[in-house]
């Protein structure tokens, strides 16, 4: 099988099971070796027979170890794991059957090896199954063949209950060490999910912090607002007063020039308190039940025209309402709602540079409430982003231009008066945006 076709959690096994098998080799190797004492101890006269069986068992794992260090370890990293088990054991069973059979001391070799494979390698259970069995049979073998036969019968019964036995632990052994190493997997990937999901958490905490700090800068901007802006309206006032005296004297009267400057002068004082007037409303906003208040639509529109002025400069903007606009709601809020609809159809207006750049402010009564729809002829929004534009944080303006707040804050205060903001666009010719507000009753 394809390594890069596994599952992750049999993907990790696999460079589990290369790393162990690699080690398992080299130990394979060493005990082998470490066997020419025990046939010098115990079995002197078979020396010349039984060394050169374990060198060649000895090169034939080397050439297993290094067929692991290759790029199809990783592949054949199962089988190659098995063969180099086999090994040795096939060598314990010829050296039984040629020294002493059913009475060799060899057969203590084949115990080890499985409780070492059930133990310390990963291998699966039914591996490990075929394993123990292979090691009974090879061992049954050695005995069957050698020259005196099975020349004890209960001894032989004996060492074989004992060796399925140990296969059997070797295999249940192994069984649960597999579980063990899904479980761990298992977890590991939930902690993985967890962490990735408490970054995910992390930053959204962040991206809330900035938004409350934002949040608590504008409301100290407001309240410093509301401060200075009743300071303003006092000399505006003031010079109102000043003006209005002015007309009425004998020389204002004649001079003809005077008279025309006093004219101007009041026009532009009287625009700077709308002003005024415009932003106190925007600026004393007090959340709650008591916000819901009647109020004018259209002087709403106008004032949210007259505070966006900067941004609407060549561009055409035409308002139709019906006679009656009072509607029931938050006013400040609905201001902010407006000036940001224009705000965002006067930058996609700029984007799209048309000749005549137009919005159309429109107001219908249906039913107990009346629809509002803000329309622009400015690029519109692609089909790919028209159902995130409500989203917080999501924006198309270049970085810095903005939050990403704008519209997702409009859908919520709009929400809050009972009613829905929606957005309809053709991708490079118009978007038009409408909500609506219930009536007094």
């Known amino acids: 099988m394809n390594p890069s076709t596994l599952s992750p959690y049999h993907q990790e096994l696999s460079e589990f099971r290369l790393a162990y098998s690699k080690a398992g080799s080299i130990v394979s190797l060493v005990l082998v070796l470490m066997g020419l004492g025990l046939d010098y101890t115990l079995y002197r006269e078979y020396l010349g ?20 260090h290759s790029p199809l370890g990783l592949r054949w990293v199962r089988p190659l794991t098995l063969l180099w088990l086999a090994l040795p054991q096939v060598m314990i069973a010829w050296m039984i059957g040629v020294t002493d059979g059913v009475d060799s001391i060899y057969f203590v070799g084949l115990h080890l090896a499985l409780y070492a494979t059930g133990i310390i390698l990963p291998i699966t259970f039914f591996e490990s199954l075929a394993f123990g069995l292979f090691t009974y049979v090879v061992y049954a073998l050695a005995c069957h063949f050698h020259p005196e036969g099975l020349q004890d019968f209960n001894r032989f019964a004996g060492i074989s209950l004992f060796i399925l036995f140990s296969a059997t632990v070797s295999s249940f052994c192994t069984y649960f060490n597999e579980r063990g190493r899904l479980n761990m997997f298992a977890l590991q990937r939930q902690v993985s999910e967890k962490n990735a999901s408490l970054q995910d958490i992390n930053r959204t905490l962040a991206e ?10 504008m409301a100290a901007i407001g309240t410093l607002s509301a401060g200075l802006l009743h300071e303003l309206n006092n000399p505006v006032n003031y010079s109102l007063m000043a003006i209005n005296m002015a007309q009425t004297l004998p020389a204002a009267r004649s001079d003809e020039l005077l008279k025309e400057s006093l004219v101007d002068a009041k026009e532009g ?12 409303t925007f600026a004393y906003q007090n959340p709650g039940d008591n916000s819901q208040r009647p109020f004018l639509l259209e002087q709403a529109i106008r004032s949210a025209q007259r505070l966006a002025g900067h941004e609407l400069k060549g561009v055409t903007v035409s308002i139709d309402v019906p006679q009656d606009t009072h509607v029931l709601g938050d006013e400040p809020a609905i201001i902010g709602v407006l000036i940001n609809l224009l705000s965002n159809a006067a930058h996609a207006l700029a984007k799209a540079q048309r000749e005549q750049p137009r919005i159309d402010v429109r107001v219908q009564t249906e039913g107990g409430r009346l629809r509002v729809t803000v329309r622009d002829n400015g690029q519109g929004i692609l089909p790919e982003n028209i159902g995130r534009v409500f989203e917080p944080f999501f924006t198309t303006r270049d970085v810095g231009a903005g939050l990403g707040l704008g519209l ?6 709009v929400q809050r008066h009972g009613g829905l903001l929606a957005v309809e666009s053709e991708a490079g010719a118009w978007t038009a945006f409408t909500f609506d507000l219930p009536r007094p009753e």
Not at 269 to 280: A, E, S, W
């Open 49 to 68: 027979t039984l060394a050169p069986a374990r060198l060649v068992v000895v090169g034939l794992t080397l050439g297993i170890f290094k067929m692991l």
């Open 208 to 217: 809330v912090k900035g938004q409350l700090l934002q949040r608590e800068k």
């Open 269 to 280: 004082m009287t625009r700077i308190q709308n002003i005024v007037t415009d932003l106190k």
């Open 408 to 413: 997702s804050v409009s859908y919520g205060i």
